[in-house]
Structures are given as structure tokens and as C-alpha cells.
């Protein structure tokens, strides 16, 4: 660390920004006031769309097509002595482009999008050094090289002249912020950089964030909405609503003795490792409803014309799972271990060339889920549901709400006219939604409001089993964890038996009874949740747990 | 509401947060507004078009123009075919609506008369408006019969003069002293209706085509795909011209002119099969049609209630920009000779008349038929590109 750590490098004060629109301006922040010192991480926290985004972008002057309104941005050089104030400067200026890169670097969410896909990691890295440094490009091919070793790249070398598709989401995050610190900077600013990557990739990256912290000795600005990496790595933390600070502090009293009520209610809606079991366990009956035996499929790479197939990806490895009577079963693992190909399976859409998987229905006949027949078939499909991850996908925008809830009823067949009607507004009742709502078309709704219309979907039929993909991971943490209860509530009332495809394990210790954790097409462990939260067994089940943030700062283990 | 937390804690109920952003369980939001979200997606199309103001324009234009098409011979204050030797490349004439007598200001609407003078060395005839010569206008003159929406037989027409000999050319008239204004709408009936025929035809084969190969993908996408590749590498003109060459010169006017339109949308439906199989592909992947399966809808089913509506918009769009595609097309073709042939009046034809250089510099209102192209293709354009803008469900 340097001498400098612990010195005020920016000052915001009462910073204020609006989006000019026709009928009048629409405010994203006002009055943001923060510090941000040297060799320390200030966290931004807040569900979506409460500005802190626009806030880091303000402190760059890339607002367009927003303008700030009111404050001041004063950056501080330590070393000099100096200050700049950056809210007046014009936004493509000379001055304000010095700045930005040399003194201030930004890496965000997307490490795809913000990277370009037409040149190499190196010609990108070298531009940015070429930007600010005085050298000439041999030279900024070694910092380059340079560079990426420090972000712990192997054979920097090498990987410098690759292009982006050729790394993987972690590598192109660390090149980002390779290329961030190039010039040194004294602030980075960080949007969301993990929330796109695995939970074990996102650990690596946040270590390597805080180890560069402290060889650097600068201040970083880290935004996130998830309060388990906010006590990982702030050492403040600014809580954002609706375009305001709501509380600023110590990540300690933050979080163990938060000022706001909305701070209380981000940390009790956020989900860790250490989150109560839902304690509701212990209806499930040893009725099996779905089994699988050794279902193994492989997607062929695509058949080209005049070339040979290649060996393709293994999707689904022997893996044998069974759904039981009222449990909730939770699918873990990581993004290409199979758990949505495991989905789908079920759901008919896929084929595996090995293995079977095989439905108890109501009437307690055996029907073969891997049988094109069963598809056709309807019954099976009437009591195994479908809840989908995109809130936004997943229900016709040019359909109301009435016809969307109503669709599986009527062409079923089992319901239409003012008795159908009835039914939708009943149903739309049971998930927390007013019955007049049904007139209206999805786009008046809220991504929670629309994710409750698509469980009233898939209960519409009185189903038996409930499949949710990824259901609750597009929304916001309070938001989430009402649909979770929502889900437990209706599968005490309808006795139904979920299965739970998830990446965040904190969602799953709170809300699954058993879990099966997969990884590369196979199931590697299985077990209750807690137990596999608290105890697990198999290597990749411990080092992906031991990924997870916890939300406490007292018990760090990621950064140490 | 039956949805009561059960017996245990309320404090292990981690959704139960309240006066968040979101409703908690088991309550109804009693912020949802009911007076926004009730409109459909068409509501929706036209409010957002109705605020692109050109393409509003172009639609009052491209309505005046349908509506001339359509009552072509109410419009028409003289028979388009009616040869008048007399008044050969007369000049247009003014149309005055107040007239200024000694007795005063009165609306009548009017036009002045013609005197020819033959110029002694060259012998040619020019026409001279007179001044002098008023000829009044009466609206709703009765003067030559024709069959309205060709069943109705009537004589009415919109503007006439009071005395059915006197001249009155608004365009002009043209080399056999025809109005060139009532041969102007009359072809803009023949036009726009080969062009609408045409793509309604394309449109018809390129939804079957198209739609079968984006749904049902496999050989037959692969089959469709290359046949439209291979339609779409032939030079156009050339094509037409052997397909035109081809067509008996013994068929009757109304023959060729089917012909043509059927021509013209052998290889108009490409285009629009392309966009139908494109919006199948890319709904074939939305959760939305994957949940119309689940929730139990056949094939026909899912197609025609869940997939067309989102791309009939789309569909409305290409085909209004394919429209003027269609009527520049038959107009190259009868311009060069190929397509419609006279009595048949389109704007083509009309324009074949313009071919010749020097009867242009005498008489340029020989390509008033020109103007009208140009401004129903623009307004279509501009009507198609607002529509785009307003279909899409999400756009801000």
C-alpha cells in the first residue's frame, strides 16, 4: 500500500442528474453526495433502477442523453495537490477526456459487449495505454503484457494477441480490467462486473480486484445490487433508492446496524449461505413423481455440407434424479452444466439418446418423458408446469392478461365464457394480483408483476409438478424473495412438487428442500440443502460453495 | 383471499418486506393503476403512427389517391379515351374559383378559354389562353356515362363545364387532344390496383412458403431457401421482358393486364417469404410460443393465435413498402412496351407518351403522370417506415 491510502481522491456533492424528455425532465439521481479515498472500496447498492449506474457515469460526465443538473465532482490529486472540478467540463472535451482512462478507468457488467469483437485484447489494451502514455508501441505492448499478467492472465504473451470470442467471461473481465489499469489510475470504477459470471469466477474476480487494490494503492467505486459481494470487499458502502443515498457509513455498521429501514430490508431480502432454511420441510411424502435413469445427451456440433460432424458437447452425462411427492427440489451449477438441458428434457423439447425419464401421473400410470408420444399425449403436460426465467419472453405481448391465464384452460377444453373469466380473475387473486387486471396487456406490469401472471399459468391446470428454470433470477432481491414465498405458499395449498433450476445457492438454501448439484452434464452431488450448504461432500460441491459471498463483513472468506 | 401465512414465524419469511417496489405475498398491489395497459397492440400501432407525422401525411395522400382510383369516373370530368383533334397538346388551363365581375365578387369556379393562332412561316398551331373566354364549372354535371365500380351505370361527375363542348383540360391535353388529367386518374386506377393485386398475390405465396419452411424447418426450409436464392440472382428486366414477350399478343387488355400482375409477383412473394420465415425462426425461440405448447395448443393453433398477430404488423409493413415496388415495376414495363398496352390507361403508358424528346419540350405536362408516381411511391415509403416504427411492442 502506499503512503497516499486513506486520502480523500473525489468529492461528490449534491450532485444532481435528469433525463430532458417532451414532457418535462425525468430525475435519475439528486442531492448524491460521497468520498472516495484512496486504496479503499466504496460500494454502490441498490435494486434496479435506483441510479447508481447514472451516478458512476456522472463521475465520468458520460451522462448522455441525461444532464447534470446541479453539484460538484472534485477530483482530487493527491500527490499535487490539485483539484479539478469534472461537472463543468464539457462532456467531449479535451480536459475531460484526460481524465477519463488515465485518472478515472470504468469496466462494466458485459465483458462481451464492452469489448470489440474485431480486434485482438492486445490491440485494445494497447490503444488504451497509446491514449494516455507517452511512449511508443513496443513499449506499450510490454505494459500490455504486463498488464494481463498482473490480472493473472497465463502466457500473457500469447493470450495478447487472441480475440475476445477466444476467452472466456472471467478472462475477458480480467482483460478489462487490464486494460482499465494500463494508465494507473486512481479510481476505478466498477458497474456490476461480476453479476455476469459464475458465483466461483465471480470469487476469483474479486480477489484479484482487492489484490490490485492494494498494490495500487487507488479508490474503487463498486457497484452491485448483491449485498453478499458488498460484504465481501467495501470497506463504505453508499445505499442507493430511487436516485438518492439513503444511508452512507461503514460497511460494518451498515450492516449490523443499518440507519434506513430500506437498508434493513435489502438485507433481509438478501440470501446467503448463512439464510435460514424456509423451515417449512418435511411434507415431502416418498411418493416419486419423476425419475430419471442415466439420461445422457449430447448436442453433435452442427452438420456441415461437405464435413465431418465434430465430437460435440455433452449436455447431459448419466444423470439420474427423482422428484419426490411435495418437495422442492433445487438443480445447482453453474452456467453449461445442464440443469436448463435437464429442464427441457422433461419438458419434451430435447431427446437424450441414453436413459429414460419417467412420470407418475395422477392416475398412476408410468408415462416415458423421453417418448415424442407423451408430448402429443396432453395429460402429462396438464400436471407437469412450466414457469420460465425471462418474465419479459414468457407471456404474449399482443394477448391480455385474461386470455394469456385463460389460454391452457380453454383449449383444454375444460373451461370458457363467464366461467373461465371467473377462474382467471381467482387465479390472479392466489398470486397477489387484483382480478381487474386481467383486461390489461403484459406490458403494464412490472417484471415481479409478470413473473406472479406466469405462475397463475402454470397453476391454471391444477398441475401436480411446477418446473421453474431460472424463475426468480431476472428479478431484484425483495422481489425475488416474494415470489419465493409466493411459491411456498402455493405449494403447501396446491400440493405441489417444484423443481427448482438455480445458479444462487443462497436462493436454494432458503427455498429447496433437497438439492442436486450438477457440473459438466453430471449430477455430482445430492442432498438435503442445508446439508449441502453446510457439509458438502464432492470437491466441486465445496469449492462452489465456498464461492458464495456471504452477507455478513464479520465473516469474510473471500477476500481476506 | 384464502393466501394466509401458515402457522410458522413471520420472521423466517424473507419476502415479507414490505412497501418495497413489489406487493408482498398474499396482498393485492393496490398501486396498479387500471387506467393504463388495456390497449391492444393495435391501439398501441396507431397511437405511435398518428405521431409520425410524415407518414400521416402520406396516408391522407395515398386515401386521396384510393379514393380517386376508386371513383376514377366520378373524378374524370371527360372520357379518357374521347379523341378531340381540335385541342391537340392544349395547355393546361388555371382553375379560378372567385370570379370578378362588374357585378361584383361571386364563387363561381372557372377556367379560361383557348384561341388557336397558326404561326404563318412554320404552320404550327399554338394555343393562346383567352381571357376572355370564360367557361364556367358546374359541380355534379351530368354529361358522359360510365359504369361506377363497373356495375352502376351514372353520368355524374364531380366538375364539368356548364356546356359540355367547351374545353377544359386541368393537365392539359395530350397528342390526340385527350384530357390527360381524367387519363391521369384513370391510370392511377390501373396502377395502384396492379399493385396492390400484385403484392396481395406475393403476399399470399410468400406467407404459405415462408411460413411452412420457418415453422417447420428440415429439407423443405433448405429446398425454398435455395429456389429463392436462385429467383432472386435473375436480372429482373430481362426476365420480365422474356416472360412478357412470351404472352400471346391476341389476349384482350384485361388478360394482359392479369398477366402482368402475375409477372410481377412471381418474384415479388421472395422477399416477403423471407420476412415470414425470419419472424417464424426468431418465434419459434420466444418462451411465450414454448408456453402456448405447453399450455396444450396445436400446431395451427400456436401458428395462428400466438405467432401471426406478432408478426402482422410486420407482415402490414413489408408489404406496404412492396407496393410501390410493384407499380415502379409496371411501370418500367410499360414504359418499355412490354406491359400493358393501350386502350389500357396506366401511369406507365401515359409515360410511353413522354418518350419522345421534342413532343416533351412542347408539351411537358406530358409528365405530370411522372409526379404522380413519384409522390404515391414516396408516400407509401413513408406510410411503410411508420408503420415499422410503431409495430414494435417495445420500442420507446
Redesign the interface.
Known amino acids: 500500500m502506499t503512503a497516499q491510502t486513506g486520502k480523500t481522491v473525489l468529492e461528490v456533492r449534491g450532485l444532481s442528474v435528469a433525463f430532458p424528455g417532451r414532457k418535462g425532465e425525468t430525475t435519475a439521481i439528486s442531492n448524491v453526495s460521497f468520498d472516495l479515498k484512496l486504496g479503499q472500496t466504496t460500494c454502490f447498492v441498490g435494486?434496479s433502477g435506483s441510479g447508481k449506474s447514472v451516478t458512476a457515469r456522472a463521475v465520468l460526465n458520460i451522462v448522455e442523453p441525461a444532464v447534470i443538473k446541479a453539484g460538484a465532482i472534485n477530483l482530487v490529486d493527491v500527490e499535487a495537490g490539485q483539484r479539478i472540478e469534472l461537472s463543468g467540463l464539457n462532456p467531449d472535451g479535451a480536459e475531460i477526456r484526460a481524465v477519463r482512462g488515465a485518472r478515472i478507468a470504468m469496466i462494466f457488467q458485459e465483458p462481451m459487449s464492452s469489448l470489440s469483437p474485431v480486434h485482438t485484447i492486445g490491440e485494445q489494451i494497447i490503444e488504451a495505454i497509446l491514449l494516455h502514455q507517452d511512449v511508443d508501441t513496443a513499449t506499450a505492448r510490454d505494459r500490455a503484457i504486463e498488464a494481463l499478467r498482473a490480472v493473472q492472465i497465463k502466457n500473457p504473451e500469447e493470450a495478447i494477441d487472441r480475440y475476445p470470442f477466444e476467452y472466456s467471461g472471467g478472462m475477458r473481465q480480467r482483460a478489462m480490467i487490464a486494460m482499465a489499469l494500463g494508465c494507473e489510475p486512481d479510481i476505478l470504477i466498477a458497474d456490476e462486473p461480476t453479476t455476469a459470471l459464475d458465483v466461483t469466477t465471480q470469487a476469483e474476480i474479486l480477489r484479484l480486484l482487492k489484490g490490485l487494490q492494494e498494490s495500487h494503492g487507488m479508490a474503487v467505486m463498486f457497484i452491485t445490487h448483491d449485498m453478499g459481494v458488498v460484504a465481501e470487499i467495501a470497506d463504505q458502502v453508499v445505499v442507493m433508492l430511487h436516485g438518492s443515498v439513503v444511508e452512507t457509513g461503514e460497511v460494518d455498521q451498515v450492516f449490523h446496524a443499518p440507519a434506513h429501514a430500506y437498508t434493513k430490508?435489502l438485507l433481509?431480502?438478501s440470501?446467503g449461505l448463512d439464510?435460514?432454511a424456509?423451515?417449512?420441510a418435511g411434507v415431502a411424502s416418498g411418493e416419486v413423481l419423476i425419475e430419471t435413469h442415466n439420461l445422457s445427451l449430447s448436442f453433435p456440433s452442427k452438420k456441415k455440407l461437405l464435413r465431418k460432424p465434430g465430437s460435440g458437447v455433452q449436455a447431459l452425462d448419466e444423470v439420474s434424479v427423482e422428484l419426490r411427492r411435495g418437495e422442492i427440489l433445487g438443480i445447482v451449477g453453474e452456467s453449461g452444466s445442464g440443469k436448463t438441458t435437464l429442464a427441457r428434457v422433461l419438458?419434451g423439447?430435447f431427446r437424450p439418446q441414453v436413459g429414460q425419464a419417467i412420470y407418475h401421473t395422477r392416475d398412476g400410470v408410468a408415462k416415458d418423458l423421453t417418448d415424442p408420444a407423451t408430448f402429443r399425449d396432453?395429460q402429462v403436460?396438464?400436471e407437469m408446469?412450466?414457469i420460465?426465467?425471462?418474465p419479459y419472453?414468457?407471456?404474449?405481448?399482443?394477448?391480455?392478461v385474461q386470455q394469456i391465464i385463460g389460454?391452457?384452460l380453454l383449449?383444454?377444453g375444460l373451461l370458457k365464457g363467464a366461467a373461465l373469466r371467473d377462474r382467471v380473475g381467482e387465479l390472479l387473486?392466489?398470486v397477489?394480483?387484483?382480478a381487474?387486471?386481467m383486461?390489461?396487456?403484459p406490458?403494464?406490469?412490472?417484471g415481479?408483476?409478470r413473473q406472479r401472471i406466469?405462475i397463475a399459468?402454470a397453476i391454471a391446470l391444477d398441475p401436480r409438478v411446477i418446473i421453474a428454470d431460472e424463475a426468480t433470477s431476472a428479478l431484484?432481491g425483495?422481489?425475488r424473495?416474494?415470489?419465493?414465498?409466493?411459491l411456498l405458499?402455493l405449494r403447501?395449498?396446491l400440493d405441489l412438487s417444484i423443481l427448482f433450476i438455480a445458479h444462487d445457492i443462497g436462493v436454494v438454501r432458503?427455498f429447496c428442500d433437497r438439492v442436486a448439484v450438477m457440473h459438466k452434464g453430471r449430477v455430482v452431488e445430492t442432498g438435503t440443502a442445508v446439508q449441502i450448504c453446510d457439509a458438502p461432500q464432492d470437491p466441486y460441491t465445496q469449492r462452489l460453495i465456498s464461492a458464495v459471498p456471504i452477507p455478513d463483513p464479520r465473516k469474510r472468506h473471500l477476500v481476506a | 383471499m384464502t393466501l394466509t401465512t401458515p402457522a410458522n414465524s413471520p420472521d423466517a419469511r424473507i419476502g415479507q418486506v414490505r412497501d418495497t417496489p413489489e406487493v408482498a405475498v398474499g396482498e393485492i398491489d393496490p398501486r396498479i393503476d387500471l387506467t393504463h395497459g388495456t390497449e391492444s397492440q393495435w391501439q398501441l400501432i396507431r397511437r405511435r403512427f398518428s405521431k409520425h407525422r410524415l407518414a400521416v401525411v402520406s396516408l391522407w395522400i395515398l386515401s386521396l389517391f384510393v379514393f380517386v382510383a376508386i371513383f376514377a369516373g366520378f373524378v374524370a370530368p371527360n372520357d379518357p379515351g374521347n379523341v378531340k383533334a381540335r385541342y391537340t397538346y392544349a395547355p393546361p388551363q388555371a382553375l379560378h374559383f372567385i370570379d370578378k365581375t362588374d357585378e361584383g365578387w361571386s364563387f363561381r369556379p372557372y377556367v379560361y378559354g383557348y384561341t388557336v393562332e397558326i404561326e404563318p412561316e412554320a404552320l404550327r398551331r399554338t394555343f393562346v389562353i383567352d381571357e376572355d373566354k370564360k367557361i364556367y364549372l358546374t359541380f355534379f354535371k351530368r354529361s358522359w356515362e360510365y359504369k361506377l365500380f363497373g356495375l352502376i351505370p351514372t353520368d355524374i361527375h364531380l366538375i364539368g363545364p356548364e356546356r359540355s363542348r367547351d374545353p377544359f383540360y386541368l393537365f392539359g391535353a395530350d397528342r390526340l387532344g385527350r384530357d390527360m388529367f381524367s387519363r391521369l386518374v384513370y391510370g392511377t386506377q390501373i396502377s395502384l390496383s396492379v399493385g396492390l393485386v400484385g403484392v396481395i398475390m406475393s403476399l399470399v405465396l410468400g406467407v404459405i412458403i415462408g411460413g411452412a419452411a420457418g415453422y417447420f424447418g428440415g429439407w423443405f426450409d433448405a429446398v425454398t431457401q435455395r429456389a429463392i436464392e436462385f429467383l432472386r440472382s435473375l436480372p429482373t428486366i430481362p426476365l420480365w421482358m422474356g416472360l412478357a414477350a412470351a404472352m400471346p399478343s391476341d389476349w384482350s387488355p384485361l388478360q394482359t393486364y392479369f398477366a402482368i400482375t402475375l409477372i410481377l409477383s412471381f418474384l415479388g412473394w421472395t422477399e416477403l417469404a423471407r420476412v415470414v420465415r425470419g419472424r417464424f425462426l426468431a418465434l419459434n425461440g420466444e418462451d411465450y410460443v414454448a408456453a402456448a405448447r405447453y399450455d396444450g395448443c396445436s400446431h395451427l393453433r400456436v401458428i395462428v393465435r400466438h405467432m401471426v398477430p406478432a408478426f402482422t404488423s410486420h407482415i402490414i409493413t413489408a408489404a406496404s413498402l412492396a407496393v410501390p415496388a410493384m407499380i415502379l415495376a409496371e411501370t418500367a414495363l410499360s414504359f418499355l412496351g412490354l406491359g400493358l398496352q393501350a386502350p389500357v390507361i396506366s401511369w406507365g403508358v401515359l409515360l410511353q407518351e413522354a418518350q419522345n424528346i421534342r413532343t416533351l419540350a412542347t408539351a411537358p405536362w406530358l409528365l405530370l403522370p411522372g409526379a404522380a408516381i413519384v409522390i404515391a411511391v414516396l408516400a407509401m415509403n413513408f406510410i411503410g417506415d411508420g408503420l415499422r416504427d410503431a409495430a414494435d411492442p417495445y420500442a420507446k
Do not use: C, W
Request: net charge neutral; proline share 5%.
Open positions: 435494486e430490508k433481509k431480502a440470501m439464510e435460514a424456509h423451515g417449512r419438458m423439447r396432453g403436460y396438464r408446469r412450466m420460465f426465467q425471462d419472453g414468457s407471456l404474449n405481448p399482443r394477448m391480455t389460454e391452457p383449449v383444454n387473486e392466489r397477489g394480483l387484483p381487474s387486471a383486461e390489461r396487456y406490458h403494464a406490469f412490472s415481479g408483476q406466469g399459468r431484484d425483495s422481489i424473495a416474494q415470489i419465493l414465498d409466493l405458499d403447501t395449498e432458503y
